[in-house]
């Protein structure tokens, strides 16, 4: 009797630790990027860009995609364009900044987003790709003081 009721309890423990495991590293978005080959018209511009997917399981939320060159390259963005099926929009930056924000409500499972830039000369830039799930609202939230209301 005291058997069964150890390996109950045993796979209980096992089922909850691999649904953990589950929800938390296997069932969440995972964004990667991938610097594209850049092109250069001879004597004329060079165009690069980086290819944003979404590797995961779930969309991720609240989006922000920074693409950053090198202050002291001198080196500004001279045309920016982003290309797929999501709605991406341009923050900040962009034409004639050296470095462009892009951000995204959110980016479903399996999807996708290109930036193309053209610049001057080939500098690799620095790519960030941040995504945030808001605190919810619950009880303790709404007792304790905002912000705006401190």
Known sequence: ?????????????VAAGGYYY????????VLTHTQLLPYEVPDVILVGGVLVENRGRQPAPNVKITVQFDPQA?????????????HAILRSGGERHNFATV??????????????????REVIPQIT????????????AKLLP???NA
Do not use: D
Request: proline share 6%; glycine share 2%; aromatic share 12%.
């Open 1 to 13: 009797m005291w058997l069964w009721l150890i390996l109950l309890v045993v796979a209980l423990a």
């Open 22 to 29: 589950w929800q938390t590293r296997v069932n969440v978005p």
């Open 74 to 86: 001198a080196t500004m963005i001279h045309h920016l364009q982003v290309k797929g099926q999501e």
């Open 103 to 120: 951000s995204m409500k959110t980016f479903p499972a399996h999807g996708s987003l290109i930036l193309y830039w053209a610049a001057a």
């Open 129 to 140: 790709l941040t995504s945030y799930q808001p605190t919810p609202n619950n009880f303790l």
């Open 146 to 148: 905002r912000k705006t």
